[in-house]
């Protein structure tokens, strides 16, 4: 099983999964389809799904014309506003796709329809891997848009937290630094938040990808799996785990934003798909 990472957009990533043997391919997120089927044709694969987290538009808008183009094409994805769904999926459904399985998982918060992928192959000595769209980044979490903090707390400790500690984590957004940011000012002290972060920072400055990182590494420092250490419930001025992530939500929802922010209007425009016809274009 070999994982594409591929950039798009502003800070989205989408991923081509590749069954080595039979040289047939899985899309998780395929918001850019001309760049997609680039990559599916450099790589000489054949594309059989394609399996979105959420439906926003960042994440799914590539459906319907992936589906024009490969007809038979199957889209999986647990929420109806999800362009092009042939698959509606359910929590701990599980999927196969020549040698690698998946099992979806439903975690439902950022949106009301959000599933991740948990994907894997029998015998194989390689770690499995967690596509966890907006629900789980390196080092954050996604924001409360559908659900509440009792929801992403059971997201969080009872169905990703609970995966192999090894699992490797493929996020929807590159994230890392701005998460970690605040992650050291919620634990100042935190070595491993300071080592992640200068690494994530050269990557940052290298244009390189910090996906991805493990299950094990993220309960080292990544705040929202670490809602009942103690200096997480400093922080916070609770004890209550759910409390203390509803908190840290709230915290990092007012962090300072970014230096560069993009134009509103700019982002508006996206939503609206008004810069689709141009985006299309070589």
Known sequence: MKVKVISVLEDNYMYLVIEESTRDAIAVDAAVP???LEIIRKEEVVLRAVLTTHHHWDHARGNEELARLCPGLRVYGADERIGALTHKVTHEQELTFGAIRVRCLFTPC???????????????PDAPALFSGD???VGGCGKFYEGTAEQMYTNLTQIL??????????????????????????????????KKLAWAKQRDDEDLPTVPSTLQEEFLYNPFLRVTEEPLQKFTGKTDPVEVLRTLRTEKDNFKKPKERPNP??????????????????
């Open 34 to 36: 001309k760049r997609l």
């Open 265 to 282: 209007q700019a982002v508006l425009a996206f939503d609206w798909g008004l810069f689709s016809p141009f985006l299309e274009k070589k």
């Open 161 to 194: 937290g609970a995966l192999p500690k090894e699992t490797k984590v493929f996020c929807g957004h590159e994230y890392t630094v701005r998460n970690l940011k605040f992650a050291l000012k919620v634990e100042p002290e935190n070595e491993i938040v300071k």
């Open 110 to 124: 950022h949106t009301s329809g959000h599933m991740c992928y948990f994907m894997w192959e029998d015998g194989s």
């Open 135 to 137: 629900t789980l980044f």
